[in-house]
């Protein structure tokens, strides 16, 4: 097919038309989503040949993923950048190099094209930082109100090469908790992106892929146990899996938190803990003692881990728990949110 | 931070701990024969656990919760009231994070929302007016909770209303004062309290004098406190200080913020737009004479009981506490949250039964945050950052 | 109960609302300066005040503040002489 063929969409905003199977979604489609990610084909299904498969002790890593933004713009990125990174970042935390993403959207009717097509261009911009392609995809045009904007989903493919191991459950007692950046810019940028509580700041969300930072992790310190990405519930809801998966205890040091003071600004006035705060771009991962120098430098060398810091130690102590030891040398439990963390004013 | 980070301060904080320590021991406390303290704020109680300081006092300080949590002592009654005015088609009802999830009989605002009622969380009513000026064909309803502290805001913003003519806005006023439950709490013959730490924000409206008779009736001393854990810790030093010189004196700790005289401005605002209700119920306490605010007969227009006909405007509703909910009894610190019969158990923070696992302010669910007894012995969680083996 | 925090006030936005720009560590918020109104609104550029749901509630002290740490500052110090002077005992058990 002919990629540089002049837009064939007409429209401004999307129609039920535009998902009733006929001419109008193939223009959709193939002027929006295929002329930016060019897959190989247009048959049903992306047909793949990874030459990393066949080497002998190679597992294939598999994920998917959901995402809903509101908004769907915000500062730093997108929801296309999140489906992404978000997507890359799930194979990459498991040791795996990302190879192949699919991309579904759900539109709402009434969706600017101009806005599919920004998200689209962030999509392919990570997808060329992250080095994966997007093979295929679907959309599907939904009424108005039945969506906000756009919703995409990402499936993700990808190898992790024999011998590496990364899991929740090889983490032991002694070994060192590092996390690449600072926490909760994502969060505190979506809640004054979306105007409710009236606050403005110059926050930006660290939305951002991690496979490359993985790999350099891996080559410093290739004991890393295992890697998480902070999302929702933010690095306190990481680390609680990870404690309770390795059934030992964890306890990090407030003082060594990364925090932004803009974050800790918005955490203060609506009375929010940024442990909890949603990251996009950020990780925690858990290395021997040995290896920690190591990792923290490797991750330092790395665009996402100019901020990397050692927070914490695995213990045998309380096991599944995770405490946290205060500026003050007191200590207190960090737990799993209940719900959602909503903004404390009394 | 400014004002902030130098009262986090850890060095001054282990000058702070070693003076306790020493009146302590001079006072003669044990674990077993404790000072017991009450901080009568909920963000103080937030900010003790928050900092881990109940680890860090000796045995022989006890911190007791006290009733400074309004989300707490919010009758269930008052939330189902929130929940059918939130459910009345033409009302966007606004409301602080806070009340969100408290549990009604029927159902908290988070549900009622989720079944498609309008709930929108403001972090000012200055807010809720904005929303009212930009929709006027709908009614905002602001739900006014909290102590004096909030009282001022709300009351700003029913003046501002009235000068704008905002006819769509109404305030659902379940205001609350700080002294008549201390003084419920001292007339209570099974209360073991030595001294306050008194709340810092409250003050900065209605000064200090108002706990006068805290120290002058009932002989107990008082410190008006900051938040910050050095404001805490300085304050709880001074409240043991006077213990020790046999002194019960109203002190202020939080100077920088708190004028004796409290705010003249918001004083004002509070007197012209509110009036006291003869009693009003607290959860866990029952009712309380003159410890609740209503909208004065001027500024009716704005007062959503009488606009909507509900609340205490249309005749008090009492509706029983939960078979088994202890919440009334570690209010008043007969009981500490683990010696609730259903703490942990048919209550927790993703199921509560009681409101003072509701809030994070709430000394159980502070408790069970920041790591009361859920198994953890004192000395596991503040283990060094050395690995155990 | 009341959750409160120190903000500058950076810029007056609605002189009949009085309203003003509160600068919260880099976060900027919109809030009523109406209780700490003491003449032109001019003035309350730049000084600090304590911020809860959207109004400046209080004006922050300064000179307050600097007592307060001082006494904390004082008692660090205490601190730190009492250590010495235990250690000092401590030497001087040691010596007999």
Known sequence: MNMHAKPKLRDGVVTLAHGGGGKAMRDLIDDVFTSVFQPASMEDQARLTSTALTEPGAQLAFTTDS????????????????????????????GAKPLWLSAAFIIEEGCDVALLRRIVASMATEAD???????????????????????????????????????????????????????????AAILAARGDMALSSDIESDCAGLGHLMEAVIDAAPNVRAARDATRGGVASALNEIAQTAKCGIVIDEDSLPLRPEVKGVCEILGLDPLYLANEGTLVLFVPPHEADAAVAAMRSTPEGRNAQIIGTAVSDHPGTVTMRTRFGGGRIVDMLVGEQLPRIC | ??????????????????????????????????????EICGGHTHAIFRYGLDRLTPPGVEFIHGPGCPVC?????????????????????????????????????????????DIRMVYSPLDALELARRNPDREVVFFGLGFETTTPSTALSVQQAAREGLENFSVFCNHITVP?????????????????VGPGH??????????????????????????????????????????????????????????????????????????????????????????????????????????????????????????????????????????????????????????????????????????????????TATSPMEPAE | ?????????????????????????????????????????????????????????????????????????????????????????????GQS
């Open chain 1, 129 to 187: 930082k992250a080095g994966v392609r997007i093979v295929t995809g679907d959309t599907k045009v939904v009424g108005r109100g039945s969506a906000d904007k756009v919703f995409v989903t990402t499936s993700g493919v990808g190898v992790i090469p024999a011998g590496r191991n990364l899991a929740a459950d090889q983490v032991r007692p002694g070994d060192v908790a590092i996390v690449n950046g600072v926490l909760g810019d994502h969060g």
């Open chain 2, 180 to 196: 008549p439950p201390i003084k419920a709490l001292l007339d209570d013959p099974h209360m073991v309290l030595d001294g306050f």
């Open chain 2, 1 to 38: 931070m400014r004002y902030i980070e130098e009262f986090r301060d850890p060095k001054a904080a282990e000058g702070l701990l070693s003076a306790i320590t020493r009146v302590v021991d001079e006072i003669g406390a044990t674990f077993e024969n404790p000072v017991h303290i009450m």
């Open chain 2, 202 to 379: 409250v003050s900065m409206v209605i000064g200090t004098t108002p706990y006068n008779f805290i120290a002058e009736q009932y002989g107990k001393p008082i410190v008006v406190a900051g938040f910050e854990p050095l404001d805490l810790l300085q304050s709880v030093l001074m409240v043991l200080t006077q213990i020790r010189d046999g002194r019960a004196e109203v002190e202020n700790q939080y100077a920088r913020v708190v004028p004796e005289d409290g705010n003249p401005i918001s004083l004002a605002a509070i007197d012209d737009v509110y009036e006291k209700r003869p009693s009003f119920e607290w959860r866990g306490l029952g009712e309380i004479d003159e410890s609740g605010l209503r909208i004065r007969a001027k500024y009716a227009p704005f007062d959503a009981e009488e606009k909507f006909g509900i609340g205490y405007g249309a005749g008090p509703r009492v509706v029983a506490e939960p078979e088994g909910c202890a919440c009334g009894q570690v209010m008043t610190g007969r009981i500490k949250p683990t010696g609730c019969p259903q703490y942990g158990i048919g209550c927790t923070p993703e199921m509560p039964l009681g409101a003072l696992m509701v809030s994070s302010e709430g000394a159980c669910a502070a408790y069970w945050q920041y790591g009361g007894l859920r198994g953890l012995s004192d000395t």
């Open chain 3, 1 to 93: 109960m009341c959750l409160g925090i120190p903000g500058q006030i950076i810029e007056i936005t609605d002189e009949v609302r009085q309203m003003a720009m509160a600068d919260i560590s880099g976060v900027r918020r919109e809030v009523s300066v109406a209780p700490v109104v003491d003449g032109p609104l001019d003035g309350l550029i730049g000084s600090y005040a304590l911020i809860h749901v959207g109004f400046a509630m209080a004006l922050i002290d300064e000179d307050e503040a600097a007592r307060t740490l001082e006494a904390l500052q004082g008692l660090g110090e205490a601190q730190e002489t009492l250590d010495a002077m235990e250690d000092g005992a401590r030497a001087l058990e």
């Open chain 1, 67 to 94: 995402f809903v933004v509101d908004p769907v713009e915000f500062p730093g990125g997108d929801i296309g950048k999140i489906a992404v990174c978000g997507t890359v970042n799930d194979l990459a935390v498991g």
């Open chain 2, 73 to 117: 002592v919010l009758p269930m009654s008052r939330v189902d009231e929130c929940v059918e005015l939130a459910e009345r088609p033409e009302v966007i009802f606004t409301t602080f994070g806070d009340a969100m999830r408290v549990p009604g009989t029927r159902k908290s605002l988070m549900q009622a929302k989720a079944e498609g009622a």
